[in-house]
């Protein structure tokens, strides 16, 4: 499974199933519900996946993080359909193997954030194909199973 720089992201196992598993990190879903100057590329993002028949991949902690706002807020009817929203999507748990996939990533690479190692573990879990956030820095790490890491604005749609 290779990326090819300006070249388009067609690994080995998208190619023999035809279904592209994508990660979203939590940023991602901020944009889209609280408003953003990045929203347009996310919504931009979300058509090529349903053209695509791409699968979104996120983790459990994506949705503790997207929580605290509207709990924050009292706003109860908020929580209940940020949780209902992903109910359409692959959700990783933090489980054993996500645990020992942080562990190896926090002992490669020590200045991983905790929260980042977690949701790239999940991503290896998961295998995924792509996962995209807004932290360019993460796209230096090399994560088993995880075909490409790319922050939002390197991504271009029509590329991948």
Same mark, same amino acid.
Do not use: K
């Given at each position: 499974?290779a990326? !090819?720089?300006?070249?388009s992201?067609?690994p080995?196992? %998208?190619? /023999?199933? /035809?279904?592209m598993?994508? =990660?979203?990190?939590?940023n991602?879903?901020v944009?889209?519900?609280?408003g953003s100057?990045?929203?347009?590329?996310? *919504?931009?993002?979300?058509?090529?996946q !349903?053209?695509h /028949?791409?699968?979104?991949?996120? $983790?459990?902690?994506?949705?503790? *993080?997207?929580?605290? !706002?509207p709990l @924050?807020?009292?706003r109860?009817?908020? #929580?209940d359909r940020?949780?209902?929203s992903f109910s359409?999507?692959?959700?990783?748990a933090? +489980?054993e $193997? %996500?645990a020992?996939?942080? %562990?190896?990533?926090r002992?490669?690479?020590?200045r991983?954030?905790?929260?980042d #190692?977690?949701q790239?573990g999940? %991503?290896?879990?998961?295998?995924?194909?792509? =996962?995209i956030?807004? +932290?360019?820095?993460?796209? @230096?790490y $090399?994560?088993? @199973?995880?075909?490409?890491i790319?922050?939002?604005?390197?991504? /271009?749609?029509? @590329?991948?």
């Amino acid at each position: 499974m290779a990326w !090819h720089q300006g070249g388009s992201l067609r690994p080995r196992i %998208a190619q /023999e199933l /035809e279904i592209m598993r994508v =990660f979203w990190d939590t940023n991602l879903f901020v944009y889209l519900w609280e408003g953003s100057v990045r929203t347009r590329q996310v *919504e931009a993002l979300i058509n090529w996946q !349903h053209q695509h /028949e791409a699968e979104l991949v996120t $983790s459990t902690l994506t949705i503790g *993080e997207l929580l605290v !706002h509207p709990l @924050r807020q009292n706003r109860e009817d908020l #929580a209940d359909r940020y949780l209902a929203s992903f109910s359409q999507l692959q959700v990783v748990a933090f +489980d054993e $193997s %996500a645990a020992y996939a942080f %562990a190896q990533l926090r002992a490669q690479y020590g200045r991983l954030a905790p929260p980042d #190692a977690i949701q790239l573990g999940c %991503a290896s879990v998961a295998a995924v194909d792509l =996962f995209i956030t807004n +932290d360019r820095r993460l796209a @230096r790490y $090399s994560v088993p @199973r995880v075909s490409a890491i790319r922050a939002l604005g390197d991504v /271009e749609i029509g @590329r991948i």
